[in-house]
């Protein structure tokens, strides 16, 4: 197979994480990743979304409001939920091009994503909701086992993946995105998955981690937002990414001014390639992080003159 070079310079880690964190995300179809981002990226981001939640606010009719393509799913005292916020600020475009998080997002899809989904939630505690009273997650999940997965060199990828990173400090009352471990690889009713976690709580796990940290995961695993019982407030902030053959998801295509004024390699990662060949690149489950040695190369589609 020919080797397919990095394209303009947009290098990105390979291995993106160590064999101990490679280990955890084939077992659990999740890692979380401590401090990707350094307090200055983590700060800025965060203003940035506080500015956006400001702006719809402000708003007479919010859900109708638009910020540069930016819509608010869900508008309340205690919760806020945005879509596409790829055009809302550069400290945004930022976030979703991190070489870090494409390098993740790269390493689980095993080759060459495209940008399909920006999104960020800033949450809090309800008030109205009683301390002590039963909580049931919203369990879902983005993609089926087998469907959108695959195994190579022993290692499970998806094919749609998604770095969500908290920008403000998550203990264990502060509401990180919760999921029901090895379900990534289970095709099983989702209804049945969901009770036999309920009968044994070990098996849901909470993110706990310092801002500014990673959940990289992929979307066959089911997930939902843990409960809020502190008094702090949750702001994260979501890139979704995928073959750079598959469609951006409703709502989430780049307009035609903003993406022309990006450089060729990150309209590429914004708005994906109809590539005939894709630049794949795997690794084993022994390769130490960083290599910065492992080509992409041509594969799938058709086989080129070496």
Not at 147 to 170: F, R
Not at 209 to 217: I, R, V
């Amino acid at each position: 197979m020919s080797r397919v070079d990095n394209f303009d310079g947009y290098k990105v880690p390979f291995p993106a994480l160590t064999p101990g964190q490679r280990l955890f995300l084939e077992v659990n179809g999740y890692v979380v990743i401590e401090n990707t981002l350094n307090d200055d990226e983590t700060g800025r981001m965060l203003e940035a979304l506080q500015r956006l939640k400001r702006q719809f606010e402000a708003a007479d009719d919010p859900e109708a409001h638009r910020v540069n393509g930016c819509q608010v799913v869900k508008l309340e005292p205690c919760f806020a939920s945005f879509s596409h916020i790829l055009e809302t600020d550069p400290a945004c475009l930022e976030y979703l091009t991190h070489r870090r998080l494409v390098g993740l997002a790269e390493e689980l899809v095993g080759g060459r994503v495209r940008l399909e989904e920006s999104a960020a939630i800033i949450n809090s505690r309800d008030p109205k909701v009683p301390v002590g009273t039963d909580f049931r997650y919203g369990f879902h999940r983005g993609s089926q086992p087998g469907l959108d997965s695959y195994i190579y060199d022993d290692l499970t990828h998806c094919l749609y993946v998604k770095t969500l990173t908290n920008l403000t400090e998550l203990g264990p009352d502060d509401g990180g995105t919760a999921v029901i471990a090895g379900s990534h690889k289970l095709n099983c009713d989702g209804d049945d998955l969901v009770q036999a976690a309920y009968a044994d709580p070990s098996l849901i796990h909470q993110v706990v981690a310092p801002a500014g940290s990673t959940l990289l995961f992929a979307e066959t695993l089911i997930h939902a937002s843990g409960p809020v019982r502190s008094d702090r407030e949750r702001t994260i902030i979501i890139g979704g990414y995928s073959h750079p053959k598959s469609m951006a998801m409703k709502g989430q295509q780049p307009s035609g001014e903003f993406l022309a004024a990006l450089p060729e390699h990150l309209q590429e990662l914004i708005a994906g390639k109809p590539l005939w060949t894709w630049p794949e690149r795997h690794r084993t489950l022994g390769m130490a992080a960083g290599m910065d040695d492992v080509p992409y190369r041509a594969r799938m589609w058709s086989v080129l003159n070496a």
